[in-house]
């Protein structure tokens, strides 16, 4: 079992920043990958970043290329979302999931153990 905690989320200010963090503990092995989902209200969960969890290979949504940064400290167990440029229509509840795996996965199927989520809301 591994267990997944988020926290950083906030109100923002549109054009400003906030960074996420997901701490993992339980059976966190280095073939797992992790990655950084949010779901709107009315909306799908959609997958926004993505991590190999002993590689430096990452993946991002389209949505956020050039403003978001995901990134881990495996002797923390702790995985980042570097949140930049900030948008109204990236308020969301945002999850962090892990899969067993080196691939990214993009869909929330793949993932097996997710976070509780953490509330970001930018405001314009």
């Known amino acids: 079992q591994v267990q997944l905690v988020e926290s950083g989320g906030g109100l923002v200010q549109a054009g400003g920043s906030l960074r996420l963090s997901c701490a993992a503990s339980?059976?966190?092995?280095?073939?797992?990958?992790m990655a950084w989902f949010r779901q709107a209200p009315g909306k799908e969960r959609e997958f926004v970043a993505g991590?190999?969890?002993?590689?430096?290979?990452?993946s991002y949504a389209d949505s956020v290329k050039g403003r978001f940064s995901i990134s881990r400290d495996n002797a923390k167990n702790t995985v980042y979302l570097q949140m930049s440029s900030l948008k109204p229509e990236d308020t969301a509840v945002y999850y962090c999931?892990?899969?067993?795996?080196?691939?990214?996965?993009?869909?929330?199927?793949?993932?097996?153990?997710w976070g509780q989520g953490t509330q970001v809301t930018v405001s314009s």
């Open positions: 999931a892990t899969r067993r795996g080196i691939v990214i996965h993009t869909t929330t199927g793949d993932y097996a153990y």
């Open positions: 339980g059976r966190t092995e280095s073939n797992y990958a």
């Open positions: 991590i190999r969890w002993s590689g430096s290979m990452t």
